[in-house]
């Protein structure tokens, strides 16, 4: 099994940047599509951004032109950087893995524990 842990969250001005990293002991992430969801009080959880094995990523339409999702399979590591954050953003997010292509929440078969994002007006 693959476990994944978050790091790098925390409280940002509004504007400002964070880069979220998610280390994956187990199976390599190279084989892998890696994704980062996040979750609002109240609401699903839903995928922001993808990566997979050959490096093709997806964003939502909530962070495109502000994220961008990388991977260092060397360090078995997958990052998301968030650039000119919002208060909307304010979540926690998760890190997931899938040996699928397909983006559905449903296809995702391991978790980290999560890392909040607080973006202050």
């Known amino acids: 099994q693959v476990q994944l842990v978050e790091s790098g969250g925390g409280l940002v001005q509004a504007g400002g940047s964070l880069r979220l990293s998610c280390a994956a002991s187990g199976r390599t992430i190279s084989s892998h599509t890696m994704g980062w969801f996040r979750q609002t009080q109240g609401q699903e959880r839903y995928l922001v951004a993808a990566?997979?094995?050959?490096?093709?990523?997806y964003y939502a339409p909530s962070v495109k032109g502000r994220s961008t999702i990388s991977r260092d399979n060397a360090k078995n590591t997958v990052y998301l950087q968030m650039n000119n954050l919002k208060p909307e953003d304010t979540a926690v997010y998760y890190c997931?893995?899938?040996?699928?292509?397909?983006?559905?929440?449903?296809?995702?078969?391991?978790w980290g524990q999560g890392t909040q994002v607080t973006v202050s007006s």
């Open positions: 997931a893995s899938t040996t699928k292509t397909a983006l559905a929440i449903s296809d995702y078969n391991y």
């Open positions: 990566i997979s094995w050959s490096d093709s990523t």
